[in-house]
């Protein structure tokens, strides 16, 4: 403290070489400490409450959906032919059937084949059949499965069928 200042309230003046006595003041908590205290209560709570439903549900893992294999059942059931492709964890089969056109792709055959094995009512079968490249995309669905393809003689017919959420 230079001499031009006032000594402090109560004239007592502080010494730069020896530092003051801090009195202990309990500190206040910071901003973010009750944000973070309710944030890991809340975790721990939903960890408490995910392993209570797995218990009681009798899974280890409750909310893991069972795997629907029918796609890739029906895909190598048929030979896995050429042209068709499986996807998406096998929630998603790809049929490229060969038109005039067409050097590489499925057959009409390889294409029932797998509709019959995905147990395609003969409503689909029919509907597909009777498809005719004027008509543009179609769509079906049964059992928790949904057909969409189109046709063309050129470019033959190309289907898309996936499981639904609600298949699974």
Same mark, same amino acid.
């Given at each position: 403290?230079s001499e031009?200042?006032?000594?402090p309230?109560?004239?007592?003046?502080?010494?730069?070489?020896?530092?003051a006595?801090? =009195?202990?003041?309990?500190?206040?908590?910071s901003r973010?400490v009750? =944000?973070?205290?309710v944030?890991?209560?809340?975790?721990?709570?939903?960890?408490g409450?995910?392993?209570?439903?797995?218990t009681?549900l009798?899974?280890?893992?409750?909310?893991a959906?069972?795997?629907?294999?029918?796609?890739g059942?029906?895909?190598?059931?048929?030979g896995?032919?050429?042209?068709?492709?499986?996807?998406?964890?096998?929630?998603?089969?790809?049929?490229?059937?060969?038109?005039?056109?067409?050097?590489?792709?499925?057959?009409?055959?390889n294409?029932a084949?797998?509709?019959?094995?995905?147990?395609? =009512?003969?409503s689909?079968?029919s509907?597909?059949?009777?498809?005719t490249?004027?008509?543009?995309?179609?769509?079906?669905?049964?059992?928790?499965?949904?057909a969409?393809w189109?046709?063309h003689?050129?470019?033959?017919?190309?289907?898309v069928i996936?499981?639904d959420?609600?298949?699974?």
């Open positions: 403290m031009d200042q006032p000594p309230a109560g004239g007592m003046a502080l010494e730069s070489s020896t530092p006595a801090v =009195p202990s003041v309990p500190s206040r908590p973010w009750l =944000p973070a205290a944030g890991v209560v809340g975790i721990i709570l939903g960890v409450g995910t392993l209570v439903a797995q009681m009798g899974g280890s893992d409750a909310s959906p069972e795997q629907d294999g029918r796609l059942e029906a895909y190598s059931s048929c896995s032919p050429a042209g068709t492709t499986i996807a998406d964890e096998n929630r998603t089969l790809t049929i490229d059937v060969k038109g005039n056109d067409d050097s590489y792709g499925a057959s009409y055959e294409q084949c797998i509709l019959r094995a995905l147990d395609a =009512p003969s689909v079968i509907h597909l059949e009777q498809t490249s004027i008509d543009g995309r179609q769509t079906e669905a049964w059992d928790g499965i949904t969409a189109s046709y003689p050129d470019r033959g017919s190309d289907m996936t499981l959420a609600a298949g699974q």
